[in-house]
């Protein structure tokens, strides 16, 4: 017959595990601590008090003020430990003159000595470097006061006591630096995770988005050998779409290069104000109704305001020609100074579609407009994207010019 395991009562566990679990509660170790100190306080100002007649001589009636002061700045030490100190230290010089026995070998009462030290502790603990250092040395001073038999003792015991907390306070040191260089590491190792995700992210949307544009430019660059008929003007129309197919995925592979970390340095690009003009160029080339005006200090602007310029122009004009295309498209950039301000403004408005083109029916979600005014925002300047009354769009954009 196997014995039968019988599981402890709840109630009926052993003393030392009730003391763990009511250590680890959480309101005894809010509360705990300073319910002790109040505790020792207490403890020694009921010493102090009633037996500060054996060894000193002084009026019953300022006995228990003495001893307060003696006794119960420990309460307060963790919060103002250098006041606290000098409290306890000044009661402790305080009660020499009146050092009534000659068989006790200290100058104050040992209620106050205790306090002395428990001060001092934290002190050393918790104050600068220079109030710590000033803590430590007027202490072993006051030492030097007590009776001659037993000075040297006396200050000994003072900088061994302090020697103590200073090696304690070191290594609480030491512990909170091993902390915050462990969270710094995990924190490290996260970030490295999260890298690591994100480039096998832009890996798989590179071979999707690339893969598609390839294609789309193949198909482009093959169409007229593949067709039979075809005319001069549609051979071009086809290099078009095969040049803006391959420019669009030279910048999604410049994109995705960003979001790599380690993606290799290479040719990117160009972007900014000195590439204006070329967008309107290859926007005409490939068959928009386009017209525009250039400031000609337009190449001199700062690399972020061409930035913003170029990309409000190129998602512009993009625009227009996926919802009014064959539509006559004005583009104006001028750069001008009002108020000792310099702005540099440019419009963009289209008209309606052309007779007899097919125009996408109007869909909502886009990012496009939002995407441009926090570019112009981002900047500190302004942004309006409005149907016009003709049935076309107007966008401006006015961005400050740093001098």
């Given at each position: 017959?196997?014995?039968?395991?019988?599981?402890?009562?709840?109630?009926?566990?052993?003393?030392?595990?009730?003391?763990?679990?009511?250590?680890?509660?959480?309101?005894?170790?809010?509360?705990?601590?300073?319910?002790?100190v109040?505790?020792?306080?207490?403890?020694?100002?009921?010493v102090?008090?009633?037996?500060?007649?054996?060894t000193?001589?002084?009026?019953?009636?300022?006995?228990?003020?003495?001893?307060?002061?003696?006794?119960?700045?420990?309460?307060?030490?963790?919060?103002?430990?250098?006041?606290?100190?000098?409290?306890v230290?000044?009661?402790?010089?305080?009660?020499?003159?009146?050092?009534?026995?000659?068989?006790?070998?200290?100058?104050?009462?040992?209620?106050?000595?205790?306090?002395?030290?428990?001060?001092?502790?934290?002190?050393?603990?918790?104050?600068?470097?220079?109030?710590?250092?000033?803590?430590?040395?007027?202490?072993?001073?006051?030492?030097?006061?007590?009776?001659?038999?037993?000075?040297?003792?006396?200050?000994?015991?003072?900088?061994?006591?302090?020697?103590?907390?200073?090696?304690?306070?070191?290594?609480?040191?030491?512990?909170?630096?091993?902390?915050?260089?462990?969270?710094?590491?995990?924190?490290?190792?996260?970030l490295?995770?999260?890298?690591?995700?994100?480039?096998?992210?832009?890996?798989?949307?590179?071979?999707?988005?690339?893969?598609?544009?390839?294609?789309?430019?193949?198909?482009?660059?093959?169409?007229?050998?593949?067709?039979?008929?075809?005319?001069?003007?549609?051979?071009?129309e086809?290099?078009?779409?095969?040049?803006?197919?391959?420019?669009?995925?030279?910048?999604?592979?410049?994109?995705?290069?960003?979001?790599?970390s380690?993606?290799?340095?290479?040719?990117?690009?160009?972007?900014?104000?000195?590439?204006?003009?070329?967008?309107?160029?290859?926007?005409?080339?490939?068959?928009?109704?386009l017209?525009?005006?250039?400031?000609?200090?337009?190449?001199?602007?700062?690399?972020?305001?061409?930035?913003?310029?170029?990309?409000?122009?190129?998602?512009?004009l993009?625009?227009?020609?996926?919802?009014?295309?064959?539509?006559?498209?004005?583009?104006?950039?001028?750069?001008?100074?009002?108020?000792?301000?310099?702005?540099?403004?440019?419009?963009?408005?289209?008209?309606?579609?052309?007779?007899?083109?097919?125009?996408?029916?109007?869909?909502?979600?886009?990012?496009?407009?939002?995407?441009?005014?926090?570019?112009?925002?981002?900047?500190?300047?302004?942004?309006?994207?409005?149907?016009?009354?003709?049935?076309?769009?107007?966008?401006?954009?006015?961005?400050?010019?740093?001098?």
């Open positions: 017959m196997s014995p039968t395991l019988r599981r402890p009562h709840p109630t009926r566990q052993r003393p030392i595990r009730r003391l763990w679990a009511l250590r680890t509660d959480p309101q005894v170790r809010q509360y705990g601590a300073p319910a002790l109040v505790l020792f306080a207490g403890i020694l100002f009921a102090a008090w009633p037996t500060f007649h054996l000193h001589s002084l009026h019953a009636a300022i006995v228990p003020l003495l001893a307060a002061a003696g006794t119960l700045p420990v309460i307060t030490a963790v919060r103002w430990p250098v006041v606290s100190w000098l409290v230290a000044a009661s402790c010089l305080v009660s020499l003159p009146f050092h009534g026995n000659p068989d006790y070998a200290l100058g104050w009462p040992v209620a106050f000595h205790l306090a002395l030290a428990f001060t001092l502790a934290v002190v050393v603990l918790r104050g600068p470097v220079r109030e710590v250092s000033f803590a430590v040395t007027s202490t072993a001073l006051l030492m030097a006061l007590n009776p001659p038999e037993v000075v040297v003792g006396w200050i000994v015991g003072a900088l061994v006591w302090s020697a103590f907390f200073l090696l304690l306070r070191w290594l609480l040191a030491s512990r909170r630096q091993v902390k915050t260089e462990t969270t710094r590491a995990t924190e490290q190792s996260q490295r995770v999260m890298a690591e995700e994100r480039n096998r992210l832009v890996r798989d949307l590179h071979d999707v988005v690339a893969h598609q544009m390839s294609m789309i430019v193949v198909q482009s660059q093959s169409a007229p050998y593949r067709l039979q008929g075809v005319t001069p003007a549609v051979h071009a086809f290099d078009s779409i095969a040049g803006t197919a391959r420019e669009a995925l030279n910048q999604v592979r410049e994109l995705l290069g960003v979001l790599r380690d993606a290799e340095s290479g040719a990117t690009t160009p972007v900014g104000a000195d590439q204006i003009e070329p967008v309107l160029t290859t926007a005409r080339r490939a068959g928009m109704d017209t525009w005006t250039l400031d000609s200090s337009v190449n001199s602007l700062d690399d972020t305001v061409g930035v913003v310029l170029q990309r409000v122009l190129q998602e512009s993009s625009n227009a020609s996926r919802h009014a295309p064959g539509g006559r498209v004005l583009v104006n950039l001028t750069v001008t100074e009002k108020d000792g301000r310099r702005d540099a403004e440019l419009s963009v408005d289209n008209g309606p579609a052309a007779p007899g083109e097919i125009v996408p029916p109007e869909h909502s979600g886009g990012a496009g407009i939002p995407g441009m005014a926090a570019r112009v925002q981002a900047v500190g300047g302004s942004f309006t994207a409005l149907p016009a009354a003709d049935g076309g769009f107007s966008v401006r954009a006015v961005v400050p010019v740093a001098r």
